[in-house]
């Protein structure tokens, strides 16, 4: 089965300043789709950014990009320039390519501090 | 015109009681899923549909029930509520094919007293 592991149950930045969430995943397969969920006090998930297995450049979208390193199964969002609406919590989470069973880490909370 | 709706967003409810939770989604997909929020914030998959088939069935006790009269809704029963079922409950919807993001309804605040 496979799993996906954040580390940081809760992170802080500075508003305009950079922040990296971490997640790494477990799985034997070779083709599968990687995404970060935002989820804001109001409940509602948000897709942030996806990345697709087979592609090596990393996503990005606006001021959120991952590192993707295949090899090594992480898969860490970066948020530049970061805003006060930032602030909620940061899902990985892990699909096999034609197989929707997703999962989720355990998320991470991040503040965005003025 | 939402793409993922929920109803109703809050649920309060006694112990003991039978209640449902309805889910559609208007984006024609055809792969549907409840998932469980806890007090924690984790997030853990319930259900999957596909086509109206149950694809995904969790360790989850049987008196959850989902029920999909088409490919665009998946309602959720509960009977005999407890405690412990209190939590946000989510409604999602994919394709199957390439593009498997996984569009979000906004969530059923569920509180059982």
């Known amino acids: 089965a496979q799993t996906v592991t954040q580390s940081q149950p809760e992170m802080s930045v500075q508003e305009a300043e950079t922040v990296t969430l971490s997640c790494t995943y477990d799985?034997?397969?070779?083709?599968?789709?990687l995404f970060w969920y935002k989820q804001p006090p109001s409940r509602q998930m948000i897709l942030v950014i996806r990345q697709e297995a087979y592609k090596q450049q990393n996503a990005t979208e606006n001021r959120f990009s991952v590192n993707f390193q295949k090899a090594a199964k992480s898969f860490s969002l970066k948020i530049s320039d970061s805003q006060l609406g930032d602030t909620a919590m940061y899902f990985c989470a892990f699909s096999l390519y034609n197989n929707n069973d997703m999962r989720f880490g355990a998320g991470t909370r991040l503040t965005v501090k003025p | 015109d939402t793409a993922v709706s929920q109803t109703p967003k809050y649920l309060v409810t006694q112990m003991g009681n039978d209640k449902s939770i309805k889910c559609e989604q208007n984006l024609g997909h055809d792969t549907m899923y409840w998932y469980k929020q806890d007090s924690k914030k984790f997030l853990k998959i319930m259900f999957s549909y596909n086509n109206k088939e149950l694809i995904i069935n969790e360790t989850v006790p049987n008196r959850f029930s989902p029920k999909s009269p088409d490919k665009a809704h998946l309602n959720l029963h509960i009977n005999s509520l407890e405690l412990g079922d209190s939590a946000v409950y989510f409604c999602?919807?994919?394709?199957?094919?390439?593009?498997?993001?996984?569009?979000f309804g906004q969530g059923t605040r569920l509180t059982v007293v």
């Open positions: 999602a919807s994919s394709r199957r094919d390439t593009d498997t993001e996984a569009f």
């Open positions: 799985t034997s397969e070779s083709n599968y789709y």
